[in-house]
């Protein structure tokens, strides 16, 4: 008999139940804690994992409970949530998204891994894959973005960058696919609240990069806390035991999100915590995070026949085989055996990512690269450093963080500071001071935006504008200005509708959240000592009624015509986005030619791709398909590559990229974003 099959014979329904149950580590000002209670019930066997608890020392602690002096030996499984980076922050992934780059993906993924590795975490609940489309929803800041193609390609890189190849290496960590499924589609953009949708949309656009992560070997997957077409995410029997487990083929660990097993309560869909625990462990949902459902509401269950003991058997075997492909049982101590912190390398990394995830919105007349040495650096986050590591800061310091007023500074140059005002909040009284530094300065840099905690869970906004006074301060600046060039550092967790801001400034930086090399990966491109070549993974809606707005979208039967009042339109505003998908400035100045597609299957396509400009920089070209189908609709444009290429000052290349030939009718286009394209007939 093997391991598994031994222990599962040994344990008694408690111990099962324990597997099934992972529970939250206290985090005290002084770092994480244990309460007495959560060690007994490790000590006994009943709690089986723990989130929230890391550092080698105190994870050693734990585990040595669990191997030392519960009945079994059976090790804890440790997960954390590093969605951008452990020790060493990165750009939020909505940022790193605008990359396009998956080894670059992946690279910050493999340093996560190994931080986490080395704080005795065995899990992270990363990557998260929830296609948005909609800004208004705070947890946009955490996805790929609007794009299916995209939220796939992101699902490969970042799991074979946390798992590295084997779950048993010393420097890998389990992933855990999130937020199964269709979560991006929130009522109204509204955390929490209901998604519907038609089967098509769900299995082309929402479902596809769950496919890609099981395709990578994903070690586990997190249900989302929506209901979706009337049934919660957590007890979806359809979509997670036919659809997840039976057609993709899943056979990982299933955690639920935090407490929603129990919240099918809520849901109104159980009517204890039994009837919550039978249908999220039917439907498949082998742990439940902090509902305490399993271990009070199962043995119920199994009095009521709601569940039989192989249900749980099921689940407990996929949880030990987890925890061996971990190679826990061999070695438990494995990871974490020393405390880690952010190295040379990794901040390295977190520069060089940073810099490449900023998108430049708009560049007039060149005024970027900085050519001024005197600057006023107005407003709430020029100094905000801690701000920087955005909303799933991990296990970052926020004193580790640099802000743009220390890069900028770094760099010699004449940098002088004032907020004006504060990221929220009515008061203007600084707004004076900040006028007086401009007056003095030869260009104005506005750092702009929402405080990191704005976006992430529990986030949404209903305005997409600047919060607080800041559009005062920037209105005020603007008249003071009198001709300096003035600057927008743009902080988010979202695109902003901030058409006034862009309209008046002459050039603006999206910026996001950089993470904790932030201040030097913006002085670096707005020195010009790197090229900007982030482009957005989202479009920028204009005003929040554009909200969801995509690329994606299909044809209808009245697309806009500016001759036809009857066609698809607002009466107030035009339809196109402040920025399109893909959208993103460099200091070079490149021109595409000569798309062509030849024949065969994959079909292969190039374009010429000619750097005119005085600057060496990176051009990344994105591969649309619109393809025409008998009885249904699809996309004016669905995409189906990217492609990046540096080219020196009056260099030119040539971009291949491959895809699956499409039958019958169908155009592709190639541009620098979805707005502006080239197009040959195939
Ligand atoms: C979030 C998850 C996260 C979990 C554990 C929940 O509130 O929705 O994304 O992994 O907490 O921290």
């Known amino acids: 008999m093997g391991r598994i099959d031994r222990l599962i014979a040994e344990m008694t329904l408690a111990e099962k139940l324990g597997q099934l149950t992972m529970t939250a580590a206290d985090y005290a000002v002084t770092g994480p804690v244990i309460t007495p209670l959560s060690e007994d019930a490790i000590r006994s066997g009943t709690i089986g994992n723990l989130l929230n608890l890391y550092g080698a020392a105190p994870t050693r602690r734990i585990q040595k409970i669990a191997v030392e002096e519960s009945r079994l030996h059976i090790p804890l499984l440790l997960g954390f949530d590093a969605l951008h980076g452990h020790r060493t922050v990165f750009p939020i992934p909505l940022a790193e998204a605008g990359l396009f780059d998956p080894a670059a993906w992946e690279s910050t993924a493999r340093v996560t891994a190994e931080e986490c590795a080395g704080d005795g975490l065995h899990m992270t609940f990363a990557p998260m894959l929830d296609v948005s489309r909609d800004p208004r929803w705070g947890r946009i800041a955490e996805s790929p973005g609007e794009d299916s193609f995209v939220g796939s390609a992101f699902a490969w890189a970042k799991i074979r960058g946390f798992q590295n190849g084997s779950l048993a290496d010393i420097g890998a960590v389990a992933a855990c696919a999130k937020h199964y499924v269709a979560y991006g589609a929130v009522t109204a953009g509204r955390e929490y609240s209901p998604t519907d949708m038609s089967e098509g949309m769900l299995r082309e656009v929402y479902l596809p990069p769950f496919r890609a992560a099981v395709e990578a070997g994903v070690a586990a997957i997190m249900p989302a806390f929506t209901d979706l077409n009337d049934v919660p995410m957590t007890a979806n029997a359809p979509l997670l035991r036919d659809v997840l487990r039976g057609e993709l083929g899943f056979d990982g660990v299933i955690i639920s999100d935090y407490h929603a097993v129990a919240e099918l309560l809520n849901h109104g869909v159980a009517g204890d915590l039994a009837e919550a625990a039978a249908l999220a462990l039917k439907a498949g949902v082998d742990i439940d995070m902090m509902s305490d459902a399993y271990r009070l509401g199962l043995p119920v269950a199994l009095q009521r026949n709601l569940v039989a003991m192989e249900d749980i058997d099921a689940s407990v075997r996929r949880v030990l085989s987890l925890k061996e492909r971990l190679d826990l049982f061999q070695d438990p101590y494995r990871r974490g055996r020393a405390d880690t912190g952010m190295t040379a390398q990794s901040r390295a990394l977190a520069r060089a990512i940073g810099a490449r995830a900023l998108v430049l919105l708009k560049n007039d007349a060149n005024v970027l690269p900085l050519a001024a040495r005197k600057i006023a650096a107005i407003g709430p986050l020029a100094d905000a450093g801690s701000e920087m590591r955005g909303p799933w800061g991990g296990a970052g310091r926020p004193e580790d963080?640099?802000?743009?007023?220390?890069?900028?500074?770094?760099?010699?140059?004449?940098?002088?500071?004032?907020?004006?005002?504060?990221?929220?909040?009515?008061?203007?009284?600084?707004?004076?001071?900040?006028?007086?530094?401009?007056?003095?300065?030869?260009?104005?840099?506005?750092?702009?935006?929402?405080?990191?905690?704005?976006?992430?869970?529990?986030?949404?906004?209903?305005?997409?504008?600047?919060?607080?006074?800041?559009?005062?301060?920037?209105?005020?600046?603007?008249?003071?200005?009198?001709?300096?060039?003035?600057?927008?550092?743009?902080?988010?967790?979202?695109?902003?509708?901030?058409?006034?801001?862009?309209?008046?400034?002459?050039?603006?930086?999206?910026?996001?959240?950089?993470?904790?090399?932030?201040?030097?990966?913006?002085?670096d491109v707005l020195t010009g000592k790197v090229s900007p070549s982030g482009r957005t993974a989202v479009s920028w809606p204009r005003a929040v009624g554009q909200v969801p707005i995509f690329f994606g979208e299909r044809p209808g039967g009245r697309p806009f015509n500016p001759n036809d009042h009857f066609t698809s339109h607002y009466s107030d505003l035009e339809n196109t986005p402040l920025f399109p998908f893909g959208h993103g400035l460099t200091y070079g100045d490149f021109e595409l030619s000569n798309l062509r597609a030849l024949p065969g299957d994959p079909l292969t396509v190039k374009v010429d791709v000619e750097n005119r400009g005085a600057h060496a920089a990176e051009e990344t070209v994105f591969l649309f398909l619109n393809q025409k189908r008998p009885g249904v609709t699809r996309p004016l444009l669905e995409l189906k590559g990217f492609e990046k290429i540096a080219l020196r000052p009056s260099e030119r290349g040539t971009i291949t990229l491959t895809l699956p030939r499409p039958t019958g009718q169908a155009e592709l286009f190639a541009g620098p974003n979805a707005a502006s394209l080239l197009s040959v007939s195939i």
């Open 401 to 523: 963080c640099v802000s743009v007023l220390q890069g900028l500074t770094q760099t010699g140059l004449d940098v002088r500071h004032a907020p004006g005002v504060a990221i929220d909040g009515d008061d203007l009284s600084g707004v004076a001071t900040a006028l007086d530094l401009c007056a003095d300065a030869d260009a104005i840099l506005l750092c702009l935006g929402e405080a990191a905690l704005m976006s992430g869970e529990a986030a949404s906004r209903a305005h997409l504008g600047l919060p607080g006074r800041q559009q005062d301060l920037a209105d005020a600046v603007f008249e003071k200005a009198a001709g300096k060039p003035v600057i927008v550092v743009l902080f988010s967790g979202r695109p902003l509708a901030v058409p006034k801001l862009v309209s008046r400034a002459h050039a603006v930086l999206a910026a996001w959240f950089p993470g904790c090399e932030a201040g030097h990966a913006i002085a």
